[in-house]
């Protein structure tokens, strides 16, 4: 059982007096598990919670939603991956501890809104957010994608070229080692 949801009846009356983004990581998440429990929102009415969720904040209060977010399980995450909206995949996906296969295909999955302009430097923080777990991983969704036809007409596309950036990273720092980031 996950640490914090344990003592769930001590706080009862500030979890429901309090406004959604007045609580603690662990109290935003465990309302969410409600929800998502209750079915009471649906995943596009979840999306703004999320976004409220991953808003930027201190340093003790990103270890908190770090560790609150890693004691999901799996199941529970993928929801969270799947109401998130395409801008927040990334941040999301850098919570999960030990991302599977299924984590990066919901990532991979996530449409580009048609008024985004810059389509490719969003599916680029997918690819490097991936890829920053495990560069085998991205390899595998990514051919599991193509080849069960799940991907988008222009996910080869985008893919291959994000395929060239990679080269050219290992050329450039073969080149010029110290310069790594």
Same mark, same amino acid.
């Given at each position: 059982m996950i640490s914090f949801l344990k003592n769930k009846k001590t706080n009862n009356w500030?979890?429901?007096?309090?406004?959604?983004?007045?609580?603690?990581p662990e109290m935003k998440i465990r309302w969410l598990i409600g929800v998502f429990r209750k079915g009471i929102?649906?995943? $596009? +009415?979840?999306?703004?919670?999320? /976004?409220?969720?991953?808003?930027?904040?201190?340093?003790? $209060?990103?270890?908190?939603? /770090?560790?609150?977010?890693r004691e999901l399980d799996a199941e529970m995450q993928y929801r969270f991956l799947e109401a998130a909206d395409i801008y927040d995949t990334p941040k999301l996906f850098a919570l999960c501890s030990n991302p599977t296969l299924r984590h990066a295909e919901i990532a991979l999955l996530k449409k580009v809104p048609p008024y985004e302009k810059k389509t490719q430097f969003i599916l680029d923080k997918i690819f490097?957010?991936? /890829?920053?777990?495990?560069?085998?991983?991205? +390899?595998?969704?990514? +051919?599991?994608?193509?080849? $069960?036809?799940?991907?988008?007409?222009?996910?080869?596309?985008?893919?291959?070229?994000?395929?060239?950036?990679?080269?050219? +990273?290992?050329?450039?720092?073969?080149?010029?080692?110290?310069? /790594?980031?």
């Amino acid at each position: 059982m996950i640490s914090f949801l344990k003592n769930k009846k001590t706080n009862n009356w500030l979890e429901r007096c309090l406004p959604f983004v007045s609580k603690s990581p662990e109290m935003k998440i465990r309302w969410l598990i409600g929800v998502f429990r209750k079915g009471i929102l649906s995943q $596009e +009415e979840i999306t703004p919670y999320i /976004r409220l969720l991953l808003a930027e904040k201190s340093g003790e $209060e990103q270890g908190q939603l /770090r560790k609150a977010f890693r004691e999901l399980d799996a199941e529970m995450q993928y929801r969270f991956l799947e109401a998130a909206d395409i801008y927040d995949t990334p941040k999301l996906f850098a919570l999960c501890s030990n991302p599977t296969l299924r984590h990066a295909e919901i990532a991979l999955l996530k449409k580009v809104p048609p008024y985004e302009k810059k389509t490719q430097f969003i599916l680029d923080k997918i690819f490097y957010a991936i /890829r920053d777990h495990s560069r085998g991983m991205l +390899e595998q969704a990514a +051919e599991l994608l193509i080849k $069960e036809g799940k991907a988008s007409a222009n996910f080869r596309d985008n893919y291959s070229r994000f395929q060239e950036i990679l080269q050219d +990273e290992e050329f450039l720092l073969s080149l010029y080692p110290k310069a /790594r980031g």
